[in-house]
Structure formats: structure tokens, C-alpha cells
């Protein structure tokens, strides 16, 4: 059974940080790709990042710079680091997984094969 779990989200003040974790069971992360998404209130699902299982990585333009991917194989386990937040960071960030997903996977949420429950980042001061 494939199951995927975000955590590490939270409150913060802009400017502040977060780090986001996906654990990852039932597949293994060298067939698939992992990417994050999040949807905020009103809002559709947008892409934020993704790491292949090649190891291939994609930002969205409006993350410029501020969030790093990571992922480790071993543990089955993929990570967002969220720096340099903004209000406009606020949204419910979920994790998704591709068999054999590439960065093109990011053009739309409909092709992910399994999605997480998702965890709430809010960026307020």
C-alpha cells in the first residue's frame, strides 16, 4: 500500500522558515518522481518543485531561489526546505509521487499518482 505523509508545517512570520518532509512507503524512490504542490483558499493546485529518480530537479519561477529540494533514497524520505517566506507562501502543501515522473510531470497535478493529505504552511505576521 503506497502511502505518503507531508509534516514540519506551521506558522512563521515572513521571512522566516520551514522544512517540509514527505515520508514515503509502497514505492521506491527510484522509480518515481516526488513533487510538491500547493493550493491555496479559491486557488488551484500549482507545482512548486519536484525531484526525479534521476535526480533531476524543478523550481516554479516564483519560488526564486528561496526553497531547496532534497530527498534521501535510504530513508525513503523527500524534504522542501521553505526559506524567505511570504505571505503569498500561504497554502496547504502537499507531496505527490510519478512513476517514472520527469520534470514535464509539473505541467499539471491530474497526472500524479498518489497525493499525501497534505499540511498547512501559513506565512503571517
Known amino acids: 500500500q503506497v502511502q505518503l505523509v507531508e509534516s514540519g508545517g506551521g506558522r512563521v512570520q515572513p521571512g522566516g522558515s520551514l522544512r517540509l518532509s514527505c515520508e514515503v512507503s509502497g514505492l521506491s524512490l527510484d522509480y518515481y518522481a516526488i513533487g510538491w504542490f500547493r493550493q491555496a483558499p479559491g486557488r488551484d493546485r500549482e507545482g512548486v518543485s519536484c525531484i526525479t529518480s534521476d535526480a533531476d530537479t524543478y523550481y516554479a519561477d516564483f519560488v526564486e531561489g528561496r526553497f531547496t529540494i532534497s530527498r534521501d533514497n535510504a530513508q525513503n524520505m523527500v524534504y522542501l526546505q521553505l526559506n524567505s517566506l511570504k505571505p503569498e507562501d500561504t497554502a496547504v502543501y502537499y507531496c505527490?509521487?510519478?512513476?517514472?515522473?520527469?520534470?514535464?510531470?509539473?505541467?499539471?497535478?491530474?497526472?500524479?499518482?498518489?497525493w499525501g493529505q497534505g499540511t498547512q504552511v501559513t506565512v503571517s505576521s
Open positions: 505527490g509521487a510519478r512513476r517514472f515522473g520527469t520534470i514535464g510531470s509539473m505541467v499539471s497535478h491530474l497526472v500524479w499518482d498518489y
